[in-house]
């Protein structure tokens, strides 16, 4: 099963660095990836349409006297939907895998959980600061989420190429 994710999450960075659109850098608090750091691009010319994001998130705590880490890689596919260049509505889901250290009991935490996303996206045409707030519903073998979102704070690079 690792060697599979592992594989998914190589293809999904190869494609994502590839895209020839926009590409953005953000700190996610809450949502899929719990406090992340993700990268999101465009999968075509325009800034608005499909696109995709992969992050790396996580916590470090101690429990029973013994550290526990756990990180958290959210993988997703998005559609931005606007008309003025800079403020979209933004669905999208994906797979959150879920990796516990060794001194975890990791049988309970090591997993692999669903999310959906609805949300805010502000993101200037010619790159700067980028905004999101969203709401966005996980499922795992815990159940099901409904009231959980989060917001991101970024910077968007110049496209490569313009809408016009």
């Given at each position: 099963m690792r060697k599979i994710l592992l594989l998914l999450i190589t293809i999904s960075v190869s494609l994502l660095v590839e895209a020839q659109s926009a590409k953005s850098i953000n700190f996610e608090l809450g949502g899929p990836g719990l406090a992340s750091l993700n990268f999101d691009t465009r999968f075509g010319p325009k800034e608005d349409g499909l696109g995709g994001r992969i992050g790396v998130g996580g916590f470090s705590l101690r429990a029973d006297g013994e550290g526990v880490g756990v990180i958290f890689i959210p993988i997703?596919?998005?559609?931005?939907?606007?008309?003025?260049?800079?403020?979209?509505?933004?669905?999208?889901?994906?797979?959150?895998?879920?990796?516990?250290?060794?001194?975890?009991?990791?049988?309970?935490?090591?997993?692999?959980?669903?999310?959906?996303?609805?949300?805010?996206?502000?993101?200037?045409?010619?790159g700067g600061f980028i905004f999101r707030a969203f709401i966005s519903p996980v499922f795992g073998e815990f159940g099901f989420l409904p009231y959980y979102g989060g917001v991101s704070f970024g910077y968007k690079f110049g496209s490569g190429k313009d809408k016009k």
């Open positions: 997703g596919l998005n559609y931005l939907i606007g008309n003025d260049e800079k403020n979209y509505f933004e669905v999208g889901a994906g797979l959150t895998p879920v990796f516990a250290s060794n001194t975890f009991d990791s049988d309970n935490f090591s997993t692999t959980f669903g999310h959906v996303l609805f949300g805010y996206r502000m993101q200037p045409r010619k």
